[in-house]
């Protein structure tokens, strides 16, 4: 009963700030693309520990997903000296691995379609460093642009702002502070890197 109180309390003042609501068909489109974020974080947890069982044999391969034929041609090696169960557990991961990159797959291609229906998403598509998997997520997680009144406060609710640490009228920036949408913020990263490697790669400044 108190809190019901002080809820129609707080409606009543005309500062109060609500969180917007989302629509079924947002939430649809948000379900999708953070259920390919799970199956792509089991893809990565199934290759390292594939990757830490072989090495203790060893058997190593350098990181990423394209060096996991490496670990396959170790297991179907007819001279590897590997102990039968390792080479049948690591054949079950190798089989549990293919089905996670079908099912990723698989949602891959329904978050590109969000993406060429969205008139929201197909705009951010023109940004350098946007795809299709960013803009959608970014069109399905975040809130409307009438929620913030600036680009940094989009940038804050992301996590992008630095830490302040100032004092006597000095002002220290720290690290970004990691404090809010996490899946998009790495996207966002993620791209950004492309398009400042693919400007470093072409000798054209980032911003041009």
């Not at 391969?61 to 490496?70: C, E, I, L, S, Y």
């Not at 680009?151 to 220290?172: C, E, H, I, M, V």
């Not at 720290?174 to 899946?183: A, N």
């Amino acid at each position: 009963m108190a809190d019901a109180e002080a809820i129609a309390e707080a409606a009543s003042r005309p500062t109060m700030r609500f969180v917007a609501v989302k629509s079924a068909e947002k939430q649809s489109q948000a379900m999708v693309f953070k259920t390919r974020d799970l199956l792509m974080t089991q893809r990565t947890q199934t290759i390292n520990a594939l990757r830490g069982h072989l090495a203790e044999y060893g058997v190593i391969a350098p990181k990423g997903t394209h060096n996991v034929d490496q670990l396959a041609k170790a297991l179907e090696d007819p001279d590897a000296t590997l102990p039968l169960a390792v080479i049948d557990l690591g054949k079950e991961l190798l089989d549990h691995l293919e089905a996670l990159d079908e099912r990723v797959a698989a949602l891959s291609k329904r978050v590109k379609e969000v993406a060429r229906t969205d008139e929201t998403a197909r705009r951010l598509m023109t940004i350098p460093g946007i795809g299709p998997i960013c803009a959608a997520a970014m069109a399905a997680v975040a809130p409307p642009p009438s929620v913030f009144t600036k680009g940094r406060d989009f940038a804050a609710w992301l996590g992008l702002t630095p830490k302040q640490n100032s004092t006597g009228g000095k002002t220290r920036l720290g690290e970004t502070s990691k404090m809010g949408q996490r899946d998009l913020r790495r996207l966002l990263i993620i791209g950004a890197m492309a398009v400042v490697q693919q400007a470093a790669r072409s000798g054209a400044p980032a911003g041009s």
